[in-house]
């Protein structure tokens, strides 16, 4: 199924983990433990810290409390969102959830500008992910190159590519052993093996566990 | 569906096979199958004629479509259209991969064949590629997609309707916070989209 | 305020990410992990609740955005938690599919009581559904697991097995190596599990 | 032609007929009896638009029900034939093929209700029996892994934790993508279908194929004027 953030995403819960910059308004009693730069036991008007975007979130977007600061990564690309020049960029070294941290801070954009780069970005980049996952002859990290939505569309597209190149080429359809099985087994012979050697604790990591 | 499900589906068209044996005709849930005579063509689906061949039961016919002069004027007219252009079958990748891999001395200049049925299907994998980019760029949200057989579609499966979705999704959003800067939902039809403001919400006993 | 207000949440967002990152069929269960995050949960709602109520009394707003901050961590804590629950979920369940109904012993130890319960529960309730489609006819959605090609399949056995009786009464010996042309339906779940290897 | 042969000759015509008198009392008396052929093909498209779909589709129970009968009768008919039989061979590979459809559709479907469970069970409170998506043996299986994970959630925290907040509940609902794109093909013409977000409207022509998102199809898709694809 496609990635669509509900309670139980992890996807989303690792998002929303991600620190957002802020910059306090107003005096917050008892909250100086947010500023990991002071020792006051008040957060102190003027200062910036960075805060987790689940509480962010939960915060009305006019609020008194705080200013979001509009991360430098979403201006950056601003520009080659406009020369359509995104197809290059190394978004995953930006941000590992460029879009979905983006979707997240858009409210908060007053000049109203990351709603529309993050949708631009994606739309301009969508067929350099369908290219590249027929081909991938790129052999740089994935993870620098793309994002966390745009590495899930890519796998989707690499399997799909191996599917039909299998079948292109009449393989691919023996009935084989269920994943967990075959992956059971490959511990277990791990383990019999450092059972064999005596050598106790080592082998493999999960060998702690004691086999009957 | 995966390839495989698709060759499924595709292995249920008709084709004319030749026995070597006679039968009675079966009536199968989806249909009656024969009667058999040995030596005289009869119509029976895909799936049962491969079964049959391999066991030497029969030769297929193959369609009239599956010969090098129709399938070199399909690739030129392909290379001419901006647009597809219809195939001889819905299923012809899927009736050309089994009856070719099936029954290669059945099928004359069965090599020759395999490479031109190939480059059709390459040139409107290309072809479908440069269309879903136009389709991206005209940022709409629908498409015609006349022609395009079924295997084709699936080719480019699930990653252009997974993109799609979340091009969607983000459209949704940059739109709505272009209209309110109301606080934020998981997603606007998501669980919570009516995250409701902190302040009167917590622990009430 | 007794407690050290640091930032909360820390620890359920842990627990999360040493699941998700683990590949194996499922690590053991975090006892500890969970308990902790109980705690915190637990820590953060008393004191909340202490505070709102000396706020009723006493009406001073000053502490509001305190509260407001660790209502929030104290509801960040319960997601990491319960999707941390969830995603075991989906694990267990799929387990269910691939080893069936009987889970190998090794991996059942990393399961809590409740998560042996559940599996359980999810294979029982699952075994009744099947036996109840078609008004009590009942199907096996655990094989026919692809579309089907030919009758008949080339097998070869990777272990011994023993004795396998066939739905026409036949009895055919497995033995390691031995190699057999058998009905695909039938011995699909033999392959699934590893014991027979499909070859042709 | 041996006995067994003529019986299962004469048999095979039967089944037509057995399957239609079957049928007859739920149909009113002028609709021709359901063939054996029409049930499959329900089924098939129920299938593929099951696996295209991102919601639970409406249950197919009475064509899955006549279907597991005629495939029981089927192969009650050739227990007595040689396992090389022709005949054997022929009607056997078409059962495999038919418990492929009939067990894929229900394993997409059970995915569904275990992925959407809550928001499956609430929306199906409020429809009129007609309507109902859920059959009544997964409307059952439904409510039983409702409650299994309730429990499993209770015992290792919910029990634990404060109790639920206003909204908290509808927060964990787990709801399907209505939005997704999905390939269609019309069965029908359809006229003045809506496609854009800016209501741009399109006429479908018979047989014609679109790629748009499913909650502007999903009312043809029910009413069978166009499938997935």
């Excluded at chain 1, 509900?6 to 500023?35: A, H, P, W």
């Excluded at chain 2, 012809?92 to 480059?119: F, G, H, N, W």
């Excluded at chain 3, 909360?8 to 999360?16: T, Y």
């Excluded at chain 3, 057999?180 to 392959?191: D, G, S």
Aim: aromatic share 8%; glycine share 4%.
């Amino acid at each position: 199924m496609n990635y669509f953030p509900s309670y139980y995403s992890i996807e989303d819960i690792f998002v929303t983990q991600e620190k957002v910059e802020c910059k306090v308004n107003t005096r917050l009693q008892r909250m100086g433990f947010l500023d990991a730069g002071s020792e006051t036991e008040d957060l102190e008007p003027g200062r910036t810290i960075n805060l987790p975007l689940w509480y962010i979130k939960e915060l009305k977007v006019n609020n008194s409390y705080f200013t979001i600061a509009v991360p430098e990564i979403y201006k950056n690309v601003h520009k080659a969102v406009c020369e359509a020049e995104t197809t290059h960029i190394e978004l995953g070294r930006l941000h590992p959830y460029f879009y979905e941290f983006g979707r997240y801070l858009t409210p908060y954009d007053r000049n109203h500008v990351i709603g529309r780069i993050i949708f631009e970005t994606l739309r301009q980049r969508v067929r350099h992910l369908l290219d590249i996952s027929k081909n991938d002859g790129d052999q740089s990290k994935p993870e620098q190159r793309l994002d966390n939505i745009e590495s899930k569309l890519h796998e989707a597209g690499v399997r799909t590519n191996t599917l039909y190149v299998n079948w292109l080429q009449l393989r691919g359809n023996n009935i084989c052993i269920s994943e967990l099985v075959q992956e059971h087994q490959k511990k277990r012979k791990r383990a019999d093996r450092s059972e064999d050697e005596g050598s106790g604790d080592g082998g493999s990591p999960s060998s702690k566990r004691i086999t009957l | 569906m995966d390839p495989s499900i698709i060759e499924f589906i595709g292995e249920k068209c008709m084709i004319s096979i030749i026995p070597n044996f006679s039968n009675e005709p079966l009536h199968l849930i989806y249909g009656s199958v024969g009667p058999f005579r040995a030596g005289f063509p009869v119509f029976v689906p895909l799936w049962l004629a491969a079964h049959l061949r391999k066991q030497q039961k029969c030769r297929i016919v193959p369609p009239e479509w599956m010969e090098l002069e129709t399938l070199e004027e399909i690739k030129e007219e392909e290379k001419r259209s901006k647009y597809f252009t219809k195939m001889p079958s819905e299923h012809y990748m899927v009736v050309a991969q089994l009856v070719m891999s099936t029954s290669p001395d059945d099928v004359p200049r069965c090599e020759e064949l395999r490479t031109v049925i190939k480059d059709i299907f390459d040139i409107r994998e290309s072809k479908l590629r440069t269309s879903i980019d136009a389709f991206i760029k005209g940022e709409g949200t629908y498409a015609k997609l006349d022609n395009l057989t079924l295997l084709e579609i699936h080719s480019v499966r699930p990653i252009l309707p997974y993109s799609l979705d979340h091009i969607a999704r983000y459209q949704r959003m940059a739109t709505a916070s272009q209209r309110d800067t109301s606080m934020l939902g998981l997603n606007t039809t998501g669980a919570n989209s009516g995250t409701n403001s902190m302040s009167n919400s917590f622990f009430t006993q | 305020m007794s407690s050290s207000n640091k930032m909360f949440g820390d620890k359920a967002f842990d627990l999360l990410k040493d699941l998700k990152r683990s590949s194996q069929t499922i690590p053991a269960f975090d006892d500890d992990g969970v308990r902790q995050v109980l705690e915190e949960i637990k820590a953060i709602f008393e004191e909340n609740v202490a505070q709102a109520s000396n706020y009723n009394s006493s009406g001073d707003r000053s502490l509001w955005p305190l509260l407001n901050y660790r209502h929030a961590a104290l509801q960040r804590n319960k997601r990491c938690l319960l999707a941390y629950l969830y995603e075991r979920m989906q694990r267990i369940k799929a387990m269910r599919w691939e080893f069936g109904p009987i889970v190998p012993d090794d991996i059942k130890q990393s399961l809590c009581e409740p998560e042996v319960q559940l599996f359980n529960n999810y294979s029982k309730s699952l075994a009744s559904y099947m036996r109840s489609v078609g008004d009590g006819q009942g199907i096996d959605l655990t094989s026919n697991l692809r579309p089907p090609k030919s009758l008949y399949i080339e097998v070869r056995c990777v272990e011994d097995y023993g004795k396998f009786e066939l739905d026409d009464g036949e009895v055919v010996h497995l033995k390691k190596n031995s190699q057999h042309y058998m009905p695909r339906a039938q011995v699909e779940t033999l392959v699934r599990q590893g014991i027979l290897q499909h070859i042709a | 032609m041996s006995e067994s042969e003529v019986a299962l000759n004469d048999q095979d015509a039967s089944t037509e007929a057995d399957l239609a008198g079957a049928y007859e009392e739920d149909d009113d008396e002028d609709a021709e009896p359901i063939t054996a052929q029409k049930v499959l093909e329900i089924l098939e498209t129920a299938w593929t638009n099951e696996m295209c779909a991102p919601e639970l589709l409406q249950h197919q129970t009475d064509m899955l029900e006549l279907m597991l009968s005629q495939v029981a009768h089927m192969e009650e008919q050739m227990r007595d034939l040689e396992k090389n039989d022709f005949r054997y061979v022929v009607h056997q590979m078409e059962l495999e093929r038919i418990r492929y459809i009939m067990t894929s559709y229900l394993r997409c479907r059970l995915q569904k209700i275990e992925t959407f469970t809550q928001h499956i069970l609430n929306q199906e409170a409020a429809r009129e029996p007609a309507d109902k998506r859920l059959s009544p043996e997964e409307a059952k299986f439904a409510q039983e892994f409702a409650t299994h994970m309730d429990e499993y959630f209770h015992k290792v925290a919910t029990q634990y934790m404060p109790s639920q907040q206003r909204g908290e509940a509808e927060q964990r609902i787990v709801t399907p993508n209505l939005m997704s794109h999905v390939f269609l093909k019309a069965n029908v013409a359809v006229s003045g279908v809506i496609v854009g977000v800016d209501d741009e409207e399109v006429d479908l022509t018979p047989g014609s194929q679109h790629i748009i998102p499913y909650q502007l199809v999903a009312d043809l898709i029910q009413k069978n004027q166009a499938q997935l694809i």
